[in-house]
């Protein structure tokens, strides 16, 4: 906690919400959930696994409406079992073909599990004790399996294409088209299969599940971006997915972009990635807008407000060669209390496009293109919400005093155990 706290010091704001969110937060559903399945060992097991795989999805997740939760919380661990095949790079690849293209069956077999994954596989746990999930899965309504089912089937298709070499050249991406077709396949069917679990759970209305771009770019922004903040694990772990199409513009040597003499080179290379990402901010936002239930508009709001922060954050930012950037858990924390609405969420794109605009280096070759992606985004904004404030809201001064205190208050109770 210590080492958080300092990291946002000079950010009062931060910390404010990182003491509101630690200590005066409301109960939320995630409390009411932890009762509800208390005497469920088998569906507390599976939010153990939510908890495990990843605590930030757990979190967002587990505060959806009764009625999606469970759905939402199977549908995220199918995929990572998935996935965890698709990532394991010990794996024969006829073997991890062989069950990419067959685990939208595999979800059906009860006291089916894996354990051929490496043992430095991260979420090698969850395949190993697989048929607690199957079994709970089982237990959803079958218009929820059916859509589960049938994106495990489009998404294991489309992983295992990957991985035999369709769309690709030797290990790497090729084109633009195959960079988009990729993160179609791991993400944007992922924003295809909540936009229909959404509508089959009556929250929202059908009409979201209609409209598949929005959806798909809704998956996209954020593959994207991780992709672009990931490129030196990625590289360490002899995956390439920056497409050719873009980085061979400027060099013929990818992994070369960390040497310090290629920095101008990596720089136009980053800001070219970046400007792939931009173009999907208007349909971001025209889906966020349509969204009705308070709870299914956090679950989506969060991890896109999280996603332009860290675009703003790896644009022009050499350390992205050289380790994973992310963005401070103060900020993050900031972004979760703020994203209950569409204003607040606005406010938050218009602030980190602000960013990107100020770090646009006029001697990038981009930079044209960059100003007038990020104009397009605002123009889209002042156009379909012309009433949109600029800014988010501040805190009175009385609670911004109170929170400040509470802030020196926990700093100093920290100090002082540490000196015990």
């Not at 930030?56 to 996935?83: H, K, M, N, P, T």
Request: charged share 25%.
């Amino acid at each position: 906690m210590l080492d958080v706290l300092l990291a946002s010091i000079g950010h009062p704001s931060e910390l404010s919400a990182l003491i509101t969110y630690k200590f005066f937060k409301p109960e939320s559903n995630i409390n009411r959930n932890q009762k509800l399945i208390a005497n469920n060992e088998r569906k507390k097991r599976c939010y153990d696994f939510l908890d495990k795989t990843s605590r930030s999805f757990s979190a967002v997740i587990q505060e959806l409406d009764d009625e999606l939760r469970d759905a939402i919380c199977l549908f995220y661990l199918v995929l990572r079992g998935l996935d965890t095949i698709e990532d394991d790079m010990t794996l024969d690849l006829d073997r991890k073909c062989e069950l990419l293209r067959s685990f939208d069956k595999i979800i059906f077999q009860r006291g089916w599990n894996f354990k051929e994954n490496g043992p430095n596989e991260k979420d090698r746990h969850l395949l190993v004790d697989f048929q607690i999930v199957i079994e709970e899965f089982l237990e959803l309504p079958k218009k929820f399996q059916d859509v589960i089912a049938d994106i495990t089937n489009q998404m294991g298709n489309g992983m295992a294409d990957y991985a035999s070499g369709d769309h690709r050249e030797n290990t790497a991406v090729a084109t633009i088209k195959d960079f988009d077709l990729y993160c179609h396949y791991v993400a944007g069917l992922v924003g295809w299969g909540l936009s229909d679990l959404f509508a089959a759970s009556g929250l929202e209305d059908p009409s979201i599940a209609k409209d598949k771009r929005l959806s798909d770019s809704m998956g996209m922004f954020l593959q994207k971006t991780n992709i672009i903040r990931d490129y030196r694990e990625d590289l360490d772990d002899g995956r390439q997915f920056w497409p050719k199409e873009i980085w061979g513009k400027y060099t013929d040597d990818f992994a070369g972009l960390v040497k310090p003499e290629n920095a101008k080179t990596a720089q136009a290379v980053l800001s070219a990635m970046v400007l792939n990402v931009l173009e999907h901010i208007p349909d971001v936002l025209t889906y966020l807008k349509s969204l009705k239930n308070q709870s299914v508009f956090n679950f989506c709001a969060i991890p896109q407000v999280m996603a332009i922060a860290t675009l703003a954050l790896v644009f022009n930012n050499q350390d992205v060669y050289h380790r994973n950037v992310k963005i401070r858990k103060g900020t993050a924390v900031k972004l979760i209390m703020a994203s209950t609405n569409m204003d607040n969420v606005v406010a938050i794109f218009r602030e980190y496009i602000h960013v990107l605009s100020t770090k646009n280096d006029a001697a990038d070759p981009n930079f044209i293109n960059i100003s007038i992606a990020v104009g397009k985004a605002e123009q889209w904004i002042t156009t379909n919400l012309p009433d949109s404030p600029r800014t988010l809201a501040k805190r009175s001064d009385s609670s911004s005093t109170f929170i400040m205190l509470a802030v020196l208050a926990s700093l100093a109770a920290i100090i002082l155990n540490a000196y015990k």
